[in-house]
Structures are given as structure tokens and as C-alpha cells.
């Protein structure tokens, strides 16, 4: 099946330092899946942060980008600078389109902070 | 701005006893999803649906119904909980686009002792 795997947190940079979260995926049920980016904030549900549905494009949001790269299977997570508002729980997904619905496929999770 | 509400916010059942989980959304979409967390593990697909009377087995159904009596409300019912399903659950509903967007609930956080 369809797998998602991306770096194992908590992960803690500075204030104004940069934020990279790996992602890579496995999609044996589509050549092309849909990538996503959910990102959870404290005490509130997951909401979109970024999707990217063609290979080879970026997509951004908030600060944060990453590029869907067919040929490496990832779709990593950048930000140049990261701020106190940025801690949350971030989720890579993949989904099949097509279908009439979007099940996604999760990642567990990565949880960022800042330094104290 | 879509809104999906789940209730309760918390739960405490008893090994046995039946657990209904309850979802509306507002945002008049077709597909409706239940999924649950734990640690160590993504998010998990128990059951999901296309619309009013339709119910449809995710990745992990086992010990789990749904039931979607109407667009807005999709509910997750556990007949005998058990404390396996302790866990937080998050349902979310997204239109059926090609690149459908989720929205999610706050999540219910359940403890089966």
C-alpha cells in the first residue's frame, strides 16, 4: 500500500533560523499522487498548509514550501525562518485523485518548537 | 469558512460500554471521514462517506461503525469499546475535486479504562 514517512520529531531550531522537514513517499496505487502539507496547532484540528498536484511544482504558503520531486519520491517541507507561531505539528500526506475521494495517507508527525 | 465540530471534546467509557462519536459539518460537502491517532502512527482512516446514507470501510474498521443520516452529520459509534481504542479521533469533510482539501475538527479524545 500507499506509505508516507518523514522526519521523526520533536525538532527544535532558534527563532529566525531555517526549518526543513523531510518527506518521502511510496504510492503503489498511483504514478501521480497528490502531496499535502497539514500542519496541527495546539488545542485545534489539522488544517491545510500547502498541496502540490502536478510533479515538479512548488508549492508555498505562510512562508513554508516544498516541491513535489517525482524522481526522489519527496516533497520536503522548507521555511528560511522560523518564528514562535510556527510550532505545531506538521503532516506530510499523500492522496489518490480520481477516485471521488481524496483518502489520504499520513505521515506520523513531526512536532516543531523553538529553542527556548 | 468551513467548519467541522465534533462532540464530545472528551470522553471516559468503560471496556463494554457503547461510545458514540459525533461530527457536523457546515460546509455542505459530500465526503465525510473519520480517522483516529495515536502515537507513533499518522493518521489512521477508519471509515468514510460519499454522502447522506453512504458508509464506506477505511484502513482500519475493525471494532468500528459509521452511520451518515444526513449531508451534515457522520457519526462513529463503538458497540463494546475497548481499551485498544483509547485514542484521539478527528473526523473532516472535503468536497469530492481531484485535489479535494480536508477540513478537520478539533478531535475528540477518548480513554476506554
Known amino acids: 500500500g500507499d506509505s508516507v514517512t518523514q522526519t521523526e520529531g520533536p525538532v527544535t531550531v532558534s527563532e529566525s533560523e531555517s526549518l526543513i522537514i523531510n518527506c518521502t513517499y511510496s504510492a503503489t496505487s498511483i504514478a501521480y499522487p497528490n502531496l499535502f502539507w497539514y500542519v496541527r496547532y495546539p488545542g485545534e484540528g489539522l488544517q491545510l498548509l500547502l498541496k502540490v498536484i502536478t510533479a515538479g511544482q512548488k508549492g508555498s504558503s505562510r512562508g513554508f514550501e516544498a516541491t513535489y520531486n517525482k524522481e526522489t519520491t519527496s516533497f520536503h517541507l522548507q521555511k528560511a525562518s522560523v518564528q514562535e507561531s510556527d510550532s505545531a505539528v506538521y503532516y506530510c500526506?499523500?492522496?489518490?485523485?480520481?477516485?471521488?475521494?481524496?483518502?489520504?495517507?499520513f505521515g506520523k508527525g513531526t512536532k516543531f518548537s523553538l529553542i527556548p | 469558512e468551513a467548519a467541522v465540530t465534533q462532540s464530545p471534546r472528551n470522553k471516559v467509557a468503560v471496556t463494554g460500554g457503547k461510545v458514540t462519536l459525533s461530527c457536523n459539518q457546515t460546509n455542505n460537502h459530500n465526503n465525510m471521514y473519520w480517522y483516529r491517532q495515536d502515537t507513533g502512527h499518522g493518521l489512521r482512516l477508519i471509515h468514510y462517506?460519499?454522502?447522506?446514507?453512504?458508509?464506506e470501510k477505511g484502513d482500519i474498521p475493525d471494532g468500528y461503525k459509521a452511520s451518515r443520516p444526513s449531508q451534515e452529520n457522520f457519526s462513529l459509534i463503538l458497540e463494546l469499546a475497548t481499551p485498544s481504542q483509547t485514542s484521539v479521533y478527528f473526523c473532516a469533510s472535503g468536497d469530492a475535486w481531484w485535489e479535494e482539501t480536508l477540513y478537520f475538527g478539533s478531535g475528540t479524545r477518548l480513554t476506554v479504562l
Open positions: 462517506s460519499y454522502g447522506a446514507g453512504s458508509t
Open positions: 500526506a499523500l492522496g489518490q485523485p480520481g477516485t471521488g475521494s481524496n483518502r489520504l495517507t
